[in-house]
Structures are given as C-alpha cells and as structure tokens.
C-alpha cells in the first residue's frame, strides 16, 4: 500500500548535472529520515546522503560539495541534486525511508532503484 518511487536517473557526461527525486505514496502517517543509497557492481552499498524530517543533512565524503539532499514534506518526496558528475558516481540509486503508515508501526523503506551513467 506504501511504497517509494524513484525518478530522474539518466546518463550525463563528466561535469553534468541530474537530479533523483523520490516520493513516498500510500496511506501515510508521517515520513521521518530520508536517505540515499548507490551501489555499483563490486562495490559494496554506500549511503550517500541523508535528511531527518526537520532537514538536517549529512553526506558521505565522496560528494560533500557535489550533491545536495532536500525534501518537500508537503509532498512526502525528497530529492538528489547531483552536480560536477564524476564517471565513479555511476550506480544504481537507491531511496530510502524511515515512514510509518497510518495505522501500523514505523518500517524501513525502498525504492525500485535508478540507474545513473556518468560516461564520455
């Protein structure tokens, strides 16, 4: 009944710009801590950014400066803003979210994952 749902991803040359965007949708009672995640064959997952409801970020060191995560409570989403593209932040995005459905208790989240290219 709840569920995230991912878009944005694509393929950018070195030094471009996307940008993720997840939105929660369902019977919802509120979406606490946002996060997200890549991961690229042979390595391991890396939770890339995250953001509390009140908008407190924190970043992985990898796209400190680069990326910027937001959200849009009103709209129960929350984006990715991926600037100056490096061929090694190529992955599979993933989002995810702490939210409780109205009426059952607080559960962990994922979305389908987006694919993002960043090639020459």
């Known amino acids: 009944q709840v569920q995230l749902v991912e878009s944005g991803g694509g393929l950018v040359q070195p030094g471009g710009s996307l940008r993720l965007s997840c939105a929660a949708s369902g019977s919802i009672f509120s979406v606490n801590t946002m996060r997200w995640y890549r991961q690229t064959p042979g390595k391991q997952r890396e939770l890339v950014a995250t953001?509390?409801?009140?908008?407190?970020?924190n970043y992985a060191d990898s796209v400190k400066g680069r990326f910027t995560i937001s959200r849009d409570n009103a709209k129960n989403t929350v984006y990715l803003q991926m600037n100056s593209l490096k061929p090694e932040d190529t992955a599979v995005y993933s989002c995810?979210?702490?939210?409780?459905?109205?009426?059952?208790?607080?559960?962990?989240?994922w979305g389908q994952g987006t694919q993002v290219t960043v090639s020459s």
């Open positions: 995810n979210a702490d939210l409780q459905p109205i009426g059952r208790p607080v559960y962990n989240y």
């Open positions: 953001i509390t409801r009140g908008g407190s970020t």
